[in-house]
């Protein structure tokens, strides 16, 4: 599997409330929802990668699975994966994974901040 950064930016960009920041300078693009980062993409890495939050459990399974993801990149090694977008991952998992860390960074927003935000979008 090779996921395309188009594809992949498309895919964050359309989730509802999402921002796309640059808050490290020029690299990592990082998304957010309600102000709090769900993936960050590193786009000019020789190997295009993206960190994406994870629950500590499937987070470890994952890496386990898949050698193409290791402990996420200058993130909390527990709650974060880095995937690299050339690699061994079926399609599905991917998708899944990028799913699931927006879905668990909006769950941990205060009401008020997640209010109005409804999924929308599918799957490239």
């Known amino acids: 599997m090779s996921i395309a950064l188009d594809a992949l930016n498309a895919k964050l960009a359309a989730f509802a409330g999402a921002v796309a920041e640059r808050p490290f300078g020029p690299q990592p693009l990082v998304y957010k929802v309600g102000g709090k980062t769900f993936a960050m993409v590193g786009e000019t890495d020789p190997i295009a990668r993206v960190t994406l939050k994870c629950e500590p ?16 990149y200058h993130t909390n090694k527990r709650h974060w994966n880095t995937v690299r977008l050339d690699g061994d991952i079926p399609a599905e998992v991917f998708w899944n994974m990028v799913d699931a860390s927006y879905e668990l960074v909006r769950a941990s927003l205060p009401k008020s901040a997640g209010a109005g935000l409804t999924a929308k979008e599918t799957r490239p």
């Open 57 to 72: 459990i499937l987070a470890e399974a994952l890496r386990q699975a898949y050698p193409a993801i290791i402990p996420g």
